[in-house]
């Protein structure tokens, strides 16, 4: 025989076909009380041309892009607020230290790659709890647009020479 205690009592109601439901909403939400583990983790991250081989390991917060300071590398608050999206979606800036090394593209190519490969990284060492986040906000995902070829007879990948008429 089991018998149930229960400090809190829950009000069913039931609808026209019986079945009995609450008013009360529970949270979809699927939240962990485990806390995020700590461990090193590494992933490429790519975007347009660039390419970001991503190291993360446990530590303080400091980035290290080819060498220097992410401030130094990326100057543009925007590309560094970018590189850095995936650590403030989890919640886990300044417990891990960036070493990256990245190649080709411009600066806001390298700042997605930089992104890419972070959350990747993430990803990797605990998937459980940090995947949920990281894909619903997107950061999983890579962006697939290149820049499209030229075309024979026009200027550009579009751009046509003027149309005369005589």
């Not at 939240?31 to 490429?44: E, F, L």
């Not at 962006?143 to 200027?155: F, N, P, Q, T, V």
Request: aromatic share 4%; charged share 30%.
């Amino acid at each position: 025989m089991v018998t149930e205690t229960s400090t809190e009592e829950t009000e069913f109601e039931t609808n026209a076909e019986g079945v009995a439901y609450t008013s009360e909403t529970v949270g979809s939400a699927v939240t962990s009380d485990k806390p995020a583990t700590i461990a090193p983790g590494a992933a490429t991250g790519r975007r347009k041309e660039a390419i970001a081989r991503v190291r993360i390991v446990p530590g303080t917060g400091v980035w290290t892009v080819n060498g220097k300071p992410l401030e130094e590398y990326l100057p543009n608050k925007l590309h560094q607020q970018i590189a850095k999206e995936a650590f403030a979606e989890t919640g886990l800036q300044d417990r891990f230290d960036v070493i990256a090394r990245v190649t080709g593209g411009g600066m806001t190519g390298q700042a997605g790659a930089l992104r890419l490969g972070v959350a990747r990284s993430l990803n990797q060492i605990d998937e459980e709890v940090n995947r949920p986040v990281l894909k619903k906000a997107g950061l999983l995902t890579r962006d697939s647009r290149i820049k499209e070829r030229k075309k024979a007879g026009l200027k550009k990948a579009r751009k046509a020479p003027q149309y005369s008429k005589r």
